[in-house]
């Protein structure tokens, strides 16, 4: 099994600009959370999907971040703008169905708005 | 809310020495309790975890047990190695869907 694939793994861009990160989960997980995390805040869900359909997006820091998850190979997240404060890393994970089951999470996609 | 708490880093040891990382946690119900580890440059991996009081988990030489009457779970080597530095966090979750990780103790073993 592959893993769980985000791209880019490393995104510098500058203040303004759209930013999209890109997740492809494990197959046949049923599940796909994204993380950010930073040295002062750790690591924070933003945002998370079950079969597609987002179930809590409670994290989701304001407006100019967004997620969709059009099928069930593919997830992205959206900055728009982007601000310096929102350089972090940001993982992906996935699971399956399940209560026990465990989070597999991404390589990350280490992000720098300048 | 439920949260962890985790010994502030870094840890520096010796190879072979004992690793003790402190972890606390504050929950209203009675949640499963994780350690995850982050080796440089790549995603959180499951290291270990305990769904109820007094289980304890194992992996690697790692080893955690759930204590309900301190509410803790703290993570403990023998001995530790070179290939053991890290990042480790202690994590909880009801569902495995909301998890809430610690900050994080970064551990540095040293030849």
């Known amino acids: 099994d592959a893993g769980v694939i985000q791209s880019p793994r490393h995104e510098v861009t500058e203040m303004g600009q759209e930013v999209t990160l890109r997740c492809k989960p494990i197959s046949g997980h049923d599940y796909l959370f994204w993380y950010r995390q930073t040295m002062m805040r750790g690591l924070e869900l933003l945002i998370y999907?079950?079969?597609?359909?987002?179930?809590?997006d409670s994290g989701m820091p304001e407006d100019r971040f967004s997620a969709k998850m059009p099928n069930a190979s593919f997830s992205t997240l959206k900055i728009q703008p982007s601000e310096p404060r929102d350089s972090a890393v940001y993982f992906c994970a996935t699971k399956r169905a399940g209560s026990t089951d465990t989070q597999y999470f991404g390589p990350g996609t280490r992000l720098t708005v300048l | 809310g439920d949260s962890v708490t985790q010994m502030e880093g870094p840890v520096t040891l010796s190879e072979e020495a004992f690793l003790t990382i402190n972890c606390t946690y504050t929950a209203t119900g009675y949640p499963s309790l994780f350690w995850y580890v982050q080796y440089p440059g790549e995603g959180l991996q499951l290291l270990l975890k305990?769904?109820?009081?007094?289980d304890k988990g194992s992996n690697k030489g790692f080893e955690a047990t759930y204590r309900k009457e301190t509410t803790s779970f703290h993570l403990e080597k023998g001995s530790v190695q070179v290939s053991d530095s890290a990042v480790y966090f202690c994590?909880?979750?009801?569902?495995?869907?909301?998890?809430?990780f610690g900050a994080g103790t970064r551990l540095t073993v040293k030849p």
């Open positions: 305990a769904t109820k009081a007094d």
């Open positions: 999907f079950n079969n597609n359909v987002p179930i809590d």
């Open positions: 994590a909880l979750s009801y569902n495995n869907n909301d998890m809430r």
